[in-house]
């Protein structure tokens, strides 16, 4: 089976894909329970066409991946979910968006207590503060919007050059789009 890392940041987890759990899982997950969720919290970044996600849990411990630095998601929408186990500190912070260049970031710290979960804006500046001690698994689902980064890349802010890609791939979709993103009747939703 073949095994690759969570994400560039995280050596310790597992791709959630890779165990075959995207279409019996993941899929139905965003599509059913989220993306209703996240149409009413996020509509100007395509919460309600998140259309493809990545999902990973990590692992977090003493003498391997402790803490996370700051830095965006590949993402539209986030979800962190703390799978639990013991552990002691190692609270998430958040800071300003990934295109607000100010110069002293100013950060609110948010303890992240097992089995209980937070969504987020992907462009916002996070992090994790190291644990003190025990392990922390997370569930991460980065959700990802076609209709939004057909327009910009979020993570180069440029119009994307599409190459073929396996599964979901970076959330891009087989053809650009010009048109900006349909706006949803939210009550159809439910």
Not at 131 to 146: K, V
Request: net charge negative.
């Amino acid at each position: 089976m073949p095994k690759g890392r969570p994400n560039t940041m995280n050596n310790y987890g597992v791709l959630l894909n890779e165990l075959g759990m995207d279409e019996t899982f993941i899929t139905p997950l965003r599509e059913k329970y989220l993306q209703p969720i996240t149409a009413l919290l996020y509509p100007d970044v395509g919460g309600a066409c998140l259309d493809s996600h990545k999902a990973f849990v990590v692992k977090y411990a003493l003498h391997e991946d402790l803490d996370l630095s700051s830095h965006y998601d590949n993402a539209e929408v986030t979800l962190n979910v703390s799978l639990g186990k013991d552990f002691t500190e190692g609270n998430l912070y958040f800071g300003d968006f990934s295109q607000d260049r100010t110069p002293v970031p100013k950060y609110i710290e948010i303890e992240h207590v097992g089995a209980q979960g937070l969504l987020h804006r992907g462009g916002q500046i996070h992090g994790a503060l190291p644990i003190a001690s025990g392990e922390r698994w997370n569930l991460i689902i980065w959700m990802r919007s076609s209709a939004i980064r057909n327009q910009l890349c979020p993570m180069c802010n440029k119009k994307p050059e599409l190459v073929e890609a396996e599964g979901f791939g970076d959330g891009f979709t087989g053809t650009l789009e010009d048109d900006a993103p349909e706006t949803v009747n939210l009550c159809s939703l439910w």
